[in-house]
């Protein structure tokens, strides 16, 4: 026999963005939304998220169902012929904690009662990819396999909870294919190594590795927008933007001065006295000699929000009192979102911060107000980009979004906090609009 047996597709997801997959709530834990593990406290990605995920990608990629053989048959008594497994990052990948919460539109202040964290891994983070297709009951499951790990290879792959907000943003590298044929019955599966398959894989079936090629077209009614945001002085030396976001308390923690901070000239060691108030959003990142760094970054949560008001404030001003294309954008409780924000990471060149020291003055002697003195740390110098997806949009509301993009540019829109000081009306960049005008 030398029929079709099976097709491995073996790969690596790495982190695009922080991500959380929602595992099982723990009483005793202070996280609200914990991240899911297995029976040994690993974090894991199950099968049935992978497979879910990329069923959607292909069905976005043909404009239909997908075959019943790969969703499953109709009544269910027949299996998918993607199979995926579980995957576990790297041992010592360290958790990150993400402080979400709502804001009110009037006041630009932090919402009562609408306060929760999430527990999520890193970007960077990097997952085992392994998805075996039955090439014997369908063989043309692999080629519809290629296609839709050809859009993950483009970074189109989007996974867990929190999306829209940012989070599981994902590309698939490295993606190699084994094609089996019955003379590898008695060699797949095996359960003995099923802990490393990837190793296993690689070391009985090397002959038979080939490199998928992994280009893709655009998905139908997919529009990807990039660009980024920057903080610094003006060209023009005349004035200078700043970011100040919140993060989770533990960032307080964690926060620590290295040469990046700015400091007065004469000042001996402000290291010494280090211990910030309100210190910014941050995530560990290894540079080339292994040394730790935590590096800022603008949660996709943050962009959303102020994008979100901001264009409810532009509609209502042209006389929308109840502005539907913001509901279909953002979503609500009951209906998902149009639009998806990633998380905004720090690209090449320096980052540099300060420490400010803040307070608030009696109106009346004009000095300092009591013990009403506080400090914050800010982004004083540096650029993040990010990226968003508008799907399935009609002309109304990509002309929206196009409005809304307009008015970033020009600076109208606010990030992060303290906001009426001065922080967090940063220079938007964004190279490309055309596809929100001439998508048909």
Wanted: hydrophobic content about 40%; aromatic content about 8%; proline content about 6%.
């Amino acid at each position: 026999m030398n029929g079709d047996y099976r097709t491995l597709f073996v790969g690596t997801l790495v982190q695009e963005s922080f991500l959380s997959v929602g595992g099982t709530d723990d009483p005793d834990t202070t996280v609200d939304s914990p991240f899911c593990r297995n029976g040994l406290g690993r974090p894991t990605l199950r099968g049935t998220g992978l497979a879910g995920a990329l069923i959607a990608t292909l069905r976005r990629s043909l404009g239909s169902q997908v075959p019943l053989t790969i969703s499953g048959s109709q009544d269910g008594r027949q299996p998918s012929v993607w199979r995926f497994f579980n995957s576990h990052p790297a041992a010592g990948t360290r958790p990150a904690y993400r402080q979400h919460v709502a804001i009110d539109s009037r006041t630009g202040a932090a919402a009562t009662g609408a306060l929760f964290n999430v527990e999520t891994l890193p970007p960077g983070t990097r997952w085992p990819f392994l998805l075996e297709v039955d090439t014997r009951r369908d063989p043309d499951a692999a080629q519809q396999a290629r296609e839709a790990l050809g859009h993950w290879a483009a970074g189109r792959c989007l996974l867990g909870r929190e999306v829209a907000r940012g989070l599981g943003w994902m590309r698939l590298d490295d993606l190699y294919e084994y094609r089996l044929t019955d003379a590898s019955l008695d060699t797949w599966p095996c359960a003995k190594a099923a802990d490393d398959y990837p190793a296993y894989i690689e070391k009985h079936f090397s002959s038979l590795r080939e490199r998928v090629d992994a280009t893709a077209g655009q998905l139908p009614g997919w529009i990807e927008i990039t660009g980024s945001v920057s903080a610094g002085a003006h060209e023009d030396d005349y004035g200078i933007d700043s970011l100040s976001i919140g993060g989770h308390a533990t960032e307080e923690l964690a926060a620590a001065w290295d040469e990046r901070f700015l400091a007065p000239d004469g000042q001996k060691d402000p290291a010494e006295a280090f211990d910030p108030d309100f210190a910014i959003v941050t995530f560990e990142q290894r540079d080339a000699d292994q040394k730790v760094r935590r590096l800022p970054y603008i949660p996709g949560s943050s962009l959303r929000g102020p994008l979100r008001h901001a264009l409810e404030r532009l509609l209502r001003a042209r006389g929308e009192d109840d502005p539907q294309v913001v509901k279909t954008l953002f979503g609500t409780v009951e209906k998902g979102a149009k639009l998806l924000i990633r998380d905004a990471l720090p690209e090449e060149g320096p980052v540099q911060l300060a420490w400010l020291q803040h307070h608030a003055e009696d109106e009346f002697a004009g000095g300092a107000y009591g013990s009403a003195k506080f400090d914050r740390v800010a982004v004083m110098h540096g650029s993040f980009a990010w990226k968003m997806v508008i799907e399935g949009a009609d002309p109304g509301e990509r002309a929206a979004l196009k409005d809304l993009l307009d008015l970033a540019k020009a600076g109208q829109i606010g990030i992060g906090g303290s906001q009426w000081r001065g922080h967090g009306w940063l220079r938007w960049t964004i190279p490309d609009l055309s596809l929100l005008e001439e998508l048909k």
